[in-house]
């Protein structure tokens, strides 16, 4: 008999695992993903990275707004799966769904458990400076992240990772452990260890109020949470105009020397004044338009010493 698979899942971090069950040869018998939304400047209709996947190698696909009704729940149950994959999916799984496969459901989480535990562990991780990260494979209780983990691989962050560039490090790493995870568990080798009780620290969504720049703050802080924030939804600050304020992203940043107000342009390259120490601006985005380095920014738009950013 084949083992029956169910994948679960939504954005760009999903479809490299998604990609490595089926190119190890496994059934998948359903995809669940988020509904085709609206997105862009143009708010076309689009479906999810991990829906277009599902199209392309021909399986069958079903987006539920929500799981909790007994109509979703029984339609889940009559898929006889033995296990479920869930990578990023972005709905609560009720209790009858974590019960249905025969062998539960495993989760890959983007982040050392219990270490950022919820729903941004990767954004979280940068912008508070932690010097290592990684993906674990787990079993998925009721509890937010609590589950026991069966399998890890670990990557450091550099001084100079953005959150986009570990989540494509991770998103990698979590496309080798799911097949071997997966083999594991049908098997009958798969050992779940609980996660440790010390250490928890929960990854909060991040909230409108968090993405505008503080220049009073620290400059180290200020480097990680551009980082953090890049490249989405971005950092931003208002860059002062002839014509009023334009709001600006900064996508890509390094700590510097130099003091003066904070927000104050230590010069005119983009040095920018903190409440201790200095970043300098190395990739910025006017709204409307597209990332720039700095340098190509500035040709368009100069800053000159002395503008204060807010």
């Given at each position: 008999?084949?083992?029956?698979?169910?994948?679960?899942?939504?954005?760009?971090?999903?479809v490299?695992?998604?990609?490595?069950?089926?190119?190890?040869?496994?059934?998948?018998?359903?995809?669940?993903?988020?509904?085709?939304?609206?997105?862009?400047?143009?708010?076309?209709?689009?479906?999810?990275?991990?829906?277009?996947?599902?199209?392309?190698?021909?399986?069958?696909?079903?987006?539920?707004?929500?799981?909790k009704?007994?109509e979703?729940?029984?339609?889940?149950?009559?898929?006889?799966?033995?296990?479920?994959?869930?990578?990023?999916?972005?709905?609560?799984?009720?209790?009858?769904?974590?019960?249905?496969?025969?062998?539960?459901?495993i989760?890959?989480?983007?982040?050392?458990?219990?270490?950022?535990?919820?729903?941004?562990?990767?954004?979280?991780?940068?912008?508070?400076?932690?010097?290592?990260?990684?993906?674990?494979?787990?079993?998925?209780?009721?509890?937010?992240?609590?589950?026991?983990?069966?399998?890890?691989?670990?990557?450091?962050?550099?001084?100079?990772?953005?959150?986009?560039?570990?989540?494509?490090?991770?998103?990698?790493?979590?496309?080798?452990?799911?097949?071997q995870?997966?083999?594991?568990?049908?098997?009958?080798?798969?050992?779940?260890?609980?996660?440790?009780?010390?250490?928890?620290?929960?990854?909060?969504?991040?909230?409108?109020?968090?993405?505008?720049?503080?220049?009073s703050?620290?400059?180290?802080?200020?480097?990680?949470?551009?980082?953090?924030?890049?490249?989405?939804?971005?950092?931003w600050?208002?860059?002062?105009?002839?014509?009023?304020?334009?709001?600006?992203k900064?996508?890509?940043?390094?700590?510097?020397?130099?003091?003066?107000?904070?927000?104050?342009?230590?010069?005119?390259?983009?040095?920018?004044?903190?409440?201790?120490?200095a970043?300098?601006?190395?990739k910025?985005?006017?709204?409307?338009?597209?990332?720039?380095?700095?340098?190509?920014?500035?040709?368009?738009?100069?800053?000159?010493?002395?503008?204060?950013?807010?």
């Amino acid at each position: 008999m084949t083992f029956r698979i169910a994948f679960m899942g939504s954005p760009d971090f999903a479809v490299p695992a998604l990609r490595a069950l089926l190119d190890a040869g496994r059934e998948i018998v359903c995809v669940y993903t988020q509904p085709p939304r609206p997105a862009g400047r143009g708010q076309a209709v689009r479906k999810t990275p991990v829906h277009a996947l599902a199209d392309a190698a021909s399986i069958p696909v079903r987006t539920p707004a929500s799981l909790k009704s007994g109509e979703e729940k029984a339609a889940f149950a009559a898929l006889d799966l033995d296990l479920a994959v869930v990578v990023a999916y972005g709905l609560i799984l009720p209790r009858a769904v974590l019960d249905a496969p025969k062998h539960g459901c495993i989760n890959l989480h983007g982040s050392l458990l219990p270490r950022w535990r919820g729903a941004a562990p990767i954004q979280r991780a940068v912008m508070a400076g932690d010097r290592v990260t990684g993906v674990q494979v787990m079993r998925m209780e009721a509890g937010l992240d609590t589950g026991p983990v069966l399998m890890s691989a670990e990557t450091p962050i550099d001084e100079d990772d953005t959150s986009g560039a570990v989540h494509d490090r991770l998103a990698a790493l979590g496309a080798q452990l799911l097949p071997q995870a997966v083999n594991r568990i049908e098997n009958g080798a798969a050992r779940f260890v609980p996660q440790s009780e010390a250490g928890v620290v929960y990854a909060h969504k991040i909230t409108p109020e968090e993405t505008r720049i503080d220049w009073s703050a620290p400059a180290r802080e200020i480097d990680r949470r551009i980082r953090g924030l890049s490249p989405a939804p971005g950092a931003w600050f208002w860059l002062p105009g002839e014509k009023g304020p334009v709001r600006c992203k900064a996508l890509m940043s390094r700590v510097s020397r130099g003091e003066g107000p904070p927000g104050a342009c230590l010069d005119d390259r983009l040095r920018i004044a903190c409440g201790e120490g200095a970043v300098r601006l190395l990739k910025v985005q006017r709204e409307g338009k597209g990332p720039m380095d700095a340098e190509d920014f500035l040709r368009g738009v100069p800053v000159p010493e002395g503008a204060v950013l807010g």
